[in-house]
């Protein structure tokens, strides 16, 4: 069954699909987000969600994190629909409007933003037995829900950011903690790597260098793995009861390459209202591409809100492509005169 339409559906929701669903609510239309990632924030979460960003305007210094989630509050103050774990399919005429499909739905919409970065991440798999048929069995790329592994004997792959956090993250809630990377040297902020080399230290966490999964064994879930050492290929097998693979993502434009939008390598060529080949189908950020572009936050976020305001043209003709001042917009005045008016009555508004 079709989902509730929405005027505009943001394929990605990386900083510029979070600005852009802002815009939409700063301009009165209904959207919604769909990413094919467990969490918003695209590349600031997916991949470097520890590293600090420095050239985004009136923030000094800011954790990319934490931009993700300022931009997430932001972004979603006014409503939209969020679909994670989704990955946009195909894009279906229907009229003068879209149905947007994905591997488990279908949005019906009037118009569409591409805010699709680099493309869906898929996470990279081990390429090891046992790592299809258990997955969600004890083996995950993610983690969902903490407190899942309470008491659990817990092997984390990798040796970047995500792998060094949830190390530190779980090893006061898990059994016990082993990582294993498959190299001496780890790509990992150097205040987390501290943290874990003490948590070794302390005997907290066991960390395996050079070390690969060879195979995950089980059957309703993942009783153990045999690890090998990839300088001598001696093997090794240690009882646990989930595998994290947290070996990082790999972008994919997908299906969004057959949809007849004009392409420049892996990204859409738009001209410059921001708009694609396709009527009322709009694309922004890293996955926009014009000439001297430059693949930055800063321009998603121009990028997103100009996309945003041609959008709410082609929506409603009679209104104004310029969204005006947000200082001077009566959607914030109204809700500013609504807490006051809460504020004074003494109850929470
Ligand atoms: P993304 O952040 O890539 O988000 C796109 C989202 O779309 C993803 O979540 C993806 O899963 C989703 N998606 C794509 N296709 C589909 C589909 N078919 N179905 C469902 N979902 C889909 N920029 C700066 O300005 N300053 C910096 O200091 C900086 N540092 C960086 C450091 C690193 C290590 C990296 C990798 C990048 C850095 N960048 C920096 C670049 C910046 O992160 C990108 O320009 C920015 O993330 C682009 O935002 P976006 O929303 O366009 O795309």
Known sequence: MDAEARDLTIIGGGPTGLF??????????????????????????ALYPEKYIYDVGGLPRILARDLAKNLTEQGL??????????????????????????????YPTKTVLIAGGKGAF???????????????????????????????RVLIVGGGDSAVDWVLNLKDVAARITIIHRREGFRAHAHSMKLMRDAVAAGNVELITYREVRDIHGDACVNSVTIFDNRTNEDTVLEVDAVLSLIGFKPELGPIANWGLELHKNTIVVDNRLATNLPRVYAAGDIAHYEGKLELIATGFSEAAMAVNHAVHDINPKARYNPGHSTNLKIFKDREAAEDAAFEDGSPS
């Open 77 to 106: 103050q006014f409503g939209a629909d969020v679909r994670l774990e989704e990955q946009v399919q195909q894009l279906v005429t229907v009229g003068d409007e879209y149905i947007v499909t994905t591997d488990r739905g279908r």
């Open 20 to 45: 852009a669903a802002f815009y939409a609510g700063l301009r009165g239309i209904t959207c919604r987000i769909i990413d094919s990632l467990p969490e918003l924030g695209g590349q600031l979460a």
């Open 122 to 152: 898929a996470p990279r798999v081990l390429e090891c037995s046992g790592y299809e048929s258990l997955l969600g069995k004890g083996v995950e790329y993610h983690v969902r829900d903490p407190s899942r592994y309470a008491g659990k």
